[in-house]
């Protein structure tokens, strides 16, 4: 079984920056890619970085230059930097993971999510 949990959430005015994390564990063989979604209310979720092991970081244009996503590998963990915060940022940011387990199954595992919300 492999476990997702995101943290690093909260309240943060306009301009301000918060740090999300994001750790598997479990029955961890090799992690493929993880990736940070989010979904406002009222909206459908989408995709906003995502990192392939052995790849470059990809964006959605509304946080290019604003959030960066990173990884520890040796941790299971990836980090979403989100600088520059604006009202429309404000959602719950989920985690997603491609993991091969220690049993050679592969899929996706969603983490519960984190509340983020921006005030002016």
């Known amino acids: 079984q492999v476990q997702v949990v995101e943290s690093g959430g909260g309240l943060v005015q306009a301009g301000g920056s918060l740090r999300l994390s994001c750790v598997a564990s479990?029955?961890?063989?090799?992690?493929?890619?993880m990736s940070w979604y989010r979904q406002a209310p009222g909206k459908q979720r989408e995709l906003i970085a995502g990192?392939?092991?052995?790849?470059?970081?990809n964006y959605a244009d509304s946080v290019k230059g604003r959030f960066t996503i990173s990884r520890d590998n040796a941790r299971d963990t990836v980090y979403l930097q989100m600088n520059s915060l604006k009202p429309e940022d404000t959602a719950v940011y989920s985690c997603?993971?491609?993991?091969?387990?220690?049993?050679?199954?592969?899929?996706?595992?969603w983490g519960q999510g984190t509340q983020v919300t921006v005030s002016l």
């Open positions: 997603l993971v491609d993991v091969q387990t220690v049993l050679g199954g592969r899929s996706w595992y």
């Open positions: 479990g029955t961890i063989g090799r992690i493929y890619g």
């Open positions: 990192l392939r092991s052995g790849g470059t970081p």
